[in-house]
């Protein structure tokens, strides 16, 4: 069964940073690319970025709102994506999600909540 | 990069169709057959229910169905059932590596 498990989110204030864990189990990780997905409460999905494989050079993208704070990147011997999030806004605040590309978003994680607030 | 839209709400009786309208632009949704189709209940991770335009994973009813013309994607949503309330989202490829997500439409069965 493909499983993704979120992990790290927390309480953290403006300015600070956090890194967010995705483990994985249940298929080949490293044959895997890898996103990142964001929703604030009551709000709708925001993709984040990806991450692709050792075969595609590990390349990664991330979404222009984040881009030069957040940081995506993965240790294929752990199965784990990770998700580095440096100076943090109150407009984080929000589920995030690791999710498998497999035809699509074809598997989703439970989600960790962050919460940015002093 | 904007996100695609959708109407907010869409409503049905059971057994009806209902069909959820996702619009973008050449550089995403029309430029790409990558569009993929999301169901959320409250609370829960969003599951995957269309993806490649029209294409259903397994295990998901023939009920649900996708298509494309021009820069509009469209879920619909045949013989309506309880189960079937919950938020939807659509995602494309847009190009540069990225994707983005539709502003979500919340199914209401009547």
């Known amino acids: 069964e493909v499983q993704l498990v979120e992990s790290g989110g927390g309480l953290v204030q403006p300015g600070g940073s956090l890194k967010l864990s995705c483990a994985a189990s249940g298929f080949i990780f490293s044959g895997s690319t890898i996103h990142w997905v964001r929703q604030a409460s009551g709000k709708g999905l925001e993709w984040l970025g990806r991450i692709r494989t050792k075969a595609n050079t590990y390349a990664t993208t991330h979404a222009e709102t984040v881009k030069g704070r957040f940081t995506i990147f993965r240790d294929d011997s752990k199965s784990t994506a990770y998700l580095q999030m440096n100076s943090l806004k109150s407009e984080d605040t929000a589920v995030y999600y690791c999710t498998r590309e497999f035809l699509a978003h074809d598997s989703w994680g439970q989600g960790t909540l962050v919460t940015v607030s002093s | ?110």
């Open chain 2, 1 to 110: 990069q904007s996100a695609l839209t959708q109407p907010r709400s869409v409503s049905g009786s059971p057994g009806q169709s209902v069909t959820i309208s996702c619009t973008g632009t050449s550089t995403d949704v029309g430029g790409y057959n990558y569009v993929s189709w999301y169901q959320q209940h409250p609370g829960k991770a969003p599951k995957l229910m269309i993806y490649a335009v029209t294409e259903r994973p397994s295990g998901v009813p023939d009920r649900f169905s996708g298509s494309k013309s021009g820069n509009t994607a469209s879920l619909t949503i045949s013989g309506l059932q309880a189960e079937d309330e919950a938020d939807y989202y659509c995602c494309s490829f847009a190009g540069s590596d990225t994707d983005v997500f539709g502003t979500g439409t919340e199914v209401t069965v009547l």
